[in-house]
């Protein structure tokens, strides 16, 4: 509210003439009262307007300067929320700083001042009037997320989208020998390793293994004790590795069930639409003890509850999107079809208290089936797509098998999903090389920021302060040699660490002190301190088949093995986020 003095002191400057003496003191008056208002200048630039957070202001700053300063410096969001100057304050403003710097008060200033900022507002309205094609005007229609989120329709059915697949069992085959000796006390690494890395980069003449090696290692020492190459026949493109809650059986994907030799079949995506098995390798002999049929392509699968959440690629035609696999007796106990989502799912993630699946959702048609997410990123990066229809998760009650919420990405093709430890936000990795931090009850996104290229993978240090980020080079078309290391609570990317080719997995370790990230091209895990950030060590995988996945198994005082730690999150009462870590030095 302005003084009815004030009002007249407008007048009489829009009539355009000098002010007298005793007006030009009511007008200093005016702006030293503004200036020292509780939220007013002196705040940030001192009493004496010499500067403190923000720079000395004894240099004269016309209304101009001032108002080029509200228009484009957020720091002073808070004088156009709070004092919302008019062009006679701002007059007001300029002329006490004058005072306060000793300069001349000439009395014409005022409306010399005025008309200046009047040439400049109206420039700058001119500048906003461009043409817009009709095209144009679609685009600003939805371009931006605000759009998306305000015109979001759930997708998916409603009530319980549960269906079933009846697994089966296709071969069983004899355990053999134990491989190694586990220990009380000690913790293993697994690893499934393939036959599809590109160490072409690193060595010359270099050939691939024959088939995927199932790898274990003293995750303390980072030594490989032992591996085993699994028969031919049952060797199929390496995704995941997976251990059972009780730590006694690995899970791979296998060959196809009718025997058609997965490398013979024909490259890129048709290779992953087909379906393919499950094998179940026995934890100590390394060997494969059963192929089971589970009506798809095993993607991505961890620990849920007693049993294994998986996510598969090439779904068979009763096949599932997503499926809850009892290790125990080889059944699915239940999952869902993309069809009742309403988009293809791509990848699956849960809070630590197995409460909830959180399915990243991709539209569908961009590619055939599922591949569509993954073509529509690299459609995009090659920029024959300049915009996507929106990418969300779906948060499904896994004891009811509903939907209960869907959230809308803030960025294209997401990958990766953490829930924090408190369940309040999670964090989406997406492959056009951006991350974002959700509210999982309100959905707002807190923050989005740039990662580095290609994102894949990610993981939270112990005291969730720190997001990394594999930046895998995904869908950019060229093999990423970066992690980024992001503040959770700002979304600012802090660090850029070296390292390996394609690294896509990055994975805290159960003692909370060590990033483990899966090389696909190198074929090695390049293992980081979280504290110095220092590369420690460079885990050689037999053969340098490519790693993919990675599981923690722990044999306690009694020799009994538990899983801690896989791709999805820790298990088994071991958690380094909820300050439970695993005593391991
Ligand atoms: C909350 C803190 C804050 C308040 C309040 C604030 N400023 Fe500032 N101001 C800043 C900061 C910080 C900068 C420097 C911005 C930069 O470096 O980009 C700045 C810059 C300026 C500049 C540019 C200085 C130059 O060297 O070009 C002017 C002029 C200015 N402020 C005037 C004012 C006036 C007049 C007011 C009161 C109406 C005010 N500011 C209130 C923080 C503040």
Known sequence: MKSKFYLSLAVLLTLNAPVKAQELDALIERGQELFNSDTGCHVCHALSGEGLVGPSLLFGPTPVDIFDQLESNPVMGVIVNEMDPSDEDLAAISMYIRTLAEMELEADLPQRWLSDLEIVKSNQSEQLVFAMTERDLQVEA?????????????RSN???????????????????????????????????VGTASTPAVLFEGYTLPESNQIVVGDAETHEVIASYLIPKSLRATVHTTMTSPDGRYVFIIGARADGVDDMAVANGLARLEASATLIKVDAVTLQPVEQIDIGGRL???????????????????????????????????????????GGYVYTVWSDRDYEYIYALMEPAGYAPGR???????????????????????????????????????????????????????????????????????????????????????GS???????????????????????????????GYPEQTLYGAYKADHVLLSPNGKEMWATSNAEGRIYVYDVESKELMTKIDMPGNGDAHGLAWVYYDENGEPRTVRDQGNFHNGVNPMTGNALNAP
Not at 162 to 189: I, M, W
Not at 467 to 487: C, H, P, Y
């Open 142 to 154: 939805i371009e931006t997320y605000a759009s998306v989120r305000e015109t979001w329709t759930r």
């Open 158 to 192: 409603e009530g319980s989208l549960l269906s079933h697949y009846r697994a089966g069992v296709l071969q069983t085959f004899d355990p053999g020998e134990a491989k190694f000796e586990p220990q009380p006390g000690k913790t293993y690494f697994y690893e499934n």
């Open 299 to 341: 993607h991505h699968g961890q620990i849920f509850r007693d049993y294994l959440l998986l996510d598969m690629f090439g779904r068979g035609p009763d096949g599932l999107a997503l499926m809850l696999f009892d290790p125990q007796t080889n059944e699915i106990v239940g999952g869902v079809k993309d069809i009742d989502l």
């Open 371 to 457: 591949a569509t997410g993954m073509a529509g990123a690299y459609a995009m990066y090659q920029g024959r797509l300049m915009a996507m229809r929106p990418y969300w998760v779906a948060k499904i009650n896994a004891d009811t098998w509903e939907v209960e919420k869907e959230y809308p990405v803030p960025g294209y093709r997401p990958n990766w999903l953490i829930v924090d430890a408190a369940k309040e936000h999670f964090y989406v990795i997406n492959t056009l090389s951006n991350a974002s931090k959700i509210n999982i009850e309100t959905g707002e996104v807190v923050w989005t920021n740039g990662t580095g290229i290609g994102p894949y993978g």
């Open 460 to 490: 939270l240090n112990a005291d969730e302060t720190e997001l990394w980020v594999a930046n895998k080079g995904e869908a950019a078309g060229f093999s990423g040699r970066t992690i980024t290391i992001m503040d959770t609570e700002s």
